[in-house]
T-cell receptor, first 115, second 117 residues
Framework: NAGVTQTPKFQVLKTGQSMTLQCAQD?????MYWYRQDPGMGLRLIYY???????DKGEVPNGYNVSRLNKREFSLRLESAAPSQTSVYFC??????????????FGNGTRLTVT | GNSVTQMEGPVTLSEEAFLTINCTYT??????LFWYVQYPGEGLQLLLK?????DKGSNKGFEATYRKETTSFHLEKGSVQVSDSAVYFC????????????????FGKGTHLIIQP
């Protein structure tokens, strides 16, 4: 069972370039999330999708867009990358929204550097 | 808004030592509380959880008790091993969400634990 799969694992971008981070889960989960992890900041929620067809902003959505392509896939797009977006990005999924106490299952992360 | 405060590390202990990682929270209502662990190069994994006051979560020798009166959820283990070296995150979720507010967990900044043989 693969769980949550993120691609790519590493990426280097120049300022102004765009890219899409891919995430797929095979657990038939309804809810999916994108977090970023920065030193000394913990994890901060960028966007989430409570169910297929819906997306909502989290704590730090500026500079990002998301697409819930189907129940399995939830992508994160950076339209014009900035050095402040250098971070490790984690995708996560849960059977139900976490406010119902459903645990999060995380991918292994994408390490993005913007120069 | 909701927030989680945990001791920042690194915390360095010898093998078989007793471990406590402090976690306190601020939240409206009655949140659920979680501890997640992150091993090097991996994503976070759920370690344990507690969903109401006085609940004790436990897993792999780790324990934490939901203390509403002190708004705390401290992580403890009686005898740590080198394999416990990792980053530990305390987190909370709102027990109920009505009429708005983002879903997802609110995380502390993480505590880096290093166990020396």
């Amino acid at each position: 069972n693969a769980g949550v799969t993120q691609t790519p694992k590493f990426q280097v971008l120049k300022t102004g370039q765009s890219m899409t981070l891919q995430c797929a889960q095979d657990m038939n989960h309804n809810s999916m999330y994108w977090y970023r992890q920065d030193p000394g900041m913990g994890l901060r929620l960028i966007y989430y999708s409570a169910s297929e067809g819906t997306t909502d902003k989290g704590e730090v959505p500026n500079g990002y867009n998301v697409s819930r392509l189907n129940k399995r896939e939830f992508s994160l797009r950076l339209e014009s990358a900035a050095p402040s977006q250098t971070s490790v990005y984690f995708c996560a999924s849960s059977e139900s929204p976490v406010w119902s106490n459903s645990p999060l299952h995380f991918g292994n992360g994408t390490r993005l550097t913007v120069t | 808004g909701n927030s989680v405060t945990q001791m920042e590390g690194p915390v360095t202990l010898s093998e078989e030592a007793f471990l406590t990682i402090n976690c306190t929270y601020t939240a409206t209502g009655y949140p659920s509380l979680f501890w997640y662990v992150q091993y090097p190069g991996e994503g976070l994994q759920l370690l344990l959880k507690a969903t109401k006051a006085d609940d004790k979560g436990s897993n792999k020798g780790f324990e934490a008790t939901y203390r509403k009166e002190t708004t705390s959820f401290h992580l403890e283990k009686g005898s740590v091993q080198v394999s416990d070296s990792a980053v530990y995150f305390c987190a909370l979720s709102a027990a109920h969400r009505s009429g708005g507010g983002a879903d997802g967990l609110t995380f502390g900044k993480g505590t880096h634990l290093i166990i020396q043989p």
